[in-house]
């Protein structure tokens, strides 16, 4: 800008020929202008260059200071939380390895059941190994923590957004613990897993830790929002697991091989006629060798009319350790056994025959079901 106004300035000064001439009034103003003009130019460069270190230094915006996270027993609850997490990283890492390459876990209490437990079908989640979403989720924990304690691993992320993920992840955990644990207690009767058990303690203390890290006042704001991943979580385990099934509770040391019950009843002319319109509709009983109400169900139909159903053994080779229900069973969905399928119906334990009558819209042609008199 000197340099411009240098030049400026310069052009408007009179030529050399004109300085000859004699000065007149008219000249003489002109001059006087022009020394006018050339003094208002800006100033030089070494002028700017002086003014622009004179002037104080422009400071960028400072970063805002994390606000400390509470402490538990003296140590910082992301401290913990990292801590914890680290711990349940190294656990889900040892159980994924397992599973990918098959071999066999080292279960220190109840071995022979801890090993069917962690091999059996609650041990995937959509296909997913379930120790490897464990992996991710408490890597994730461990980095989120780190963060939160001033690491910067995952910049772009300010406080509130580190507590409020934190807490969700942990929430999600701690609620899907919770279903392992009525599953372990259903499903696995007189079964322990260590590891289970172990994983369900990081996941509660996470979740305690999260909610001690934002108080009671300020976690009142984020129940709703609390709620809606747990039931998300518990809805999906359970859509996971519509047609996950285990072997027979309280034979994961032993095997059951199959074998036939004899029917001591004699059919009765409504038995057999209620077992051939069963037959006809396409009715199902889906029971087990070793189940005792699948054999009283039987009994009451007797010898003949047993043979007219359409039985389906859901363990044609066996049950026990190793041992696992057939297809056809697994997508039916069963809870129990026996269960009936009619006309899409299903109907749980055994049932008297005028209640599979009813169900299946039987009409008895005289050939009512004899009543038992009772002496009075």
């Not at 169900?297 to 044609?316: N, S, T």
């Amino acid at each position: 800008m000197a340099t411009i106004s240098a030049a400026l300035a310069i052009s408007f000064l009179p030529s050399p020929t004109r300085f000859a001439a004699p000065a007149t009034p008219s000249s003489s103003s002109r001059i006087k202008k022009a020394a006018r003009f050339r003094c208002c130019a800006g100033p030089s460069s070494r002028e700017q260059d002086q003014e622009i270190s004179a002037a104080p230094p422009t400071r960028l915006p400072e970063k805002p200071a994390r606000t400390p996270p509470s402490s538990l027993l003296g140590i910082s609850t992301s401290t913990w939380s990292a801590g914890l997490a680290g711990l349940g990283f190294l656990e889900t890492g040892y159980l994924t390895y397992l599973k990918l390459t098959g071999s066999e876990a080292f279960c220190p209490i109840s071995g022979a059941g801890c090993g069917d437990v962690l091999e059996g079908d609650y041990s995937v989640v959509f296909g997913i190994p379930l120790p490897l979403v464990g992996l991710v989720a408490y890597g994730l924990v461990a980095a989120l923590s780190l963060q939160e304690d001033g690491k910067d691993l995952l910049p772009g992320l300010d406080d509130l957004d580190i507590q409020l993920t934190l807490l969700l992840i942990a929430t999600s955990m701690a609620t899907a613990s919770a279903y392992f644990l009525y599953i372990l207690s259903t499903k696995f009767v007189g079964v322990s897993c260590s590891y289970c058990l172990l994983s369900a303690f990081l996941s509660f203390s996470l979740l305690f830790i999260r909610v001690k890290d934002f108080g009671l006042e300020r976690i009142q704001k984020f129940v709703g929002l609390q709620l809606s991943v747990a039931v998300i979580i518990a809805l999906a385990l359970t859509n996971s697991y519509s047609s996950a099934t285990t072997q027979l509770k309280g034979t994961d040391d032993f095997v059951l091989e199959p074998y036939e019950t004899e029917i001591t009843t004699e059919s009765s002319p409504f038995a057999i006629a209620l077992a051939r319109h069963l037959h006809s509709i396409g009715a199902k009983m889906y029971g087990a060798f070793w189940c005792s109400h699948c054999n009283e169900q039987k009994q009451m139909f007797g010898r003949e009319a047993a043979k007219i159903l359409d039985y389906v053994e859901c363990f044609p080779n066996g049950a026990g350790k190793g041992k696992k229900m057939t297809q056809e069973c697994q997508a039916a969905g069963l809870e129990g056994f026996p269960t009936w399928v009619i006309n899409g119906k299903v109907l749980s334990g055994d049932q008297e025959l005028e209640v599979l009558a009813e169900a299946s819209g039987f009409v008895a042609d005289g050939t009512e079901q004899p009543k038992e008199i009772t002496p009075n």
